[in-house]
T-cell receptor, first 109, second 113 residues
């Protein structure tokens, strides 16, 4: 059973607007969460992370929000740029790392 | 800055053949891991290692072997390839297993006929 879920396979956003990518998890023992970005024919690249003791972490245009009671994680990208077009994976860590199935983001110029 | 290097980039095998996917990192990372990526399945952990001489199974270990004789290298072995092992394989490393993001290689695309 999938322990980390990304229910939106794809998302399209206009350049300059906000992109919101969502992720849900089932295991309350997860204590570290990450977002990765992946371009075709390349490996995933680390974007931003958050530990379970926080509910928000910012890095430039990227902000990750964690709602532990809802077991929900989201990534906000503001403003979105065409170069942000990629597949985004969320991941959660407990004893092992678990990845979601990915959301393909397209930023339209 | 090599980071995590995977070889080969592409490989085609016949059912029943064996092969080793190579992974090397030059960052002196203790934690290394192997994932496979399949359509609609995300990345799934195959095996991982928390240091030289120590390996453990991940979510989908069947059909794969690993060893970790040095800090730098973490090869993945397919002893008898099956079509179900057709996938893209990624190797990753991090300083340790706790609260550290992993650095990924660019993957090996493996097809088994």
């Amino acid at each position: 059973d999938q322990q980390v879920k990304q229910n939106s396979p794809s998302l399209s956003v206009q350049e300059g607007r906000i992109s919101i990518l969502n992720c849900d998890y089932t295991n309350s023992m997860f204590d570290y969460f990450l977002w990765y970005k992946k371009y075709p024919a390349e490996g995933p690249t680390f974007l931003i992370s958050i530990s379970s003791i926080k509910d928000k972490n910012e890095d430039g245009r990227f902000t990750v929000f964690l709602n532990k009671s809802a077991k929900h994680l989201s990534l906000h990208i503001v403003p979105s740029q065409p170069g942000d077009s990629a597949v985004y994976f969320c991941a959660a860590s407990g004893a092992q790392f678990y990845f979601g199935t990915g959301t393909s983001l397209t930023v339209i110029p | 800055n090599a980071g995590v290097t995977q070889t080969p980039k592409f490989q085609v095998l016949k059912t029943g053949q064996s092969m080793t996917l190579q992974c090397a990192q030059d960052m002196n990372h203790e934690y290394m891991s192997w994932y496979r990526q399949d359509p609609g399945m995300g990345l799934r952990l195959i095996h991982y290692s928390v240091g030289a001489g120590i390996t453990d199974q991940g979510e989908v270990p069947n059909g794969y072997n690993v060893s970790r004789s040095t800090t730098e290298d973490f090869p993945l072995r397919l002893l008898s390839a099956a079509p179900s092992q057709t996938s893209v394989y990624f190797c990753a490393s991090s300083r340790d297993r706790n609260y550290q993001p992993q650095h990924f290689g660019d993957g090996t695309r493996l097809s088994i006929l």
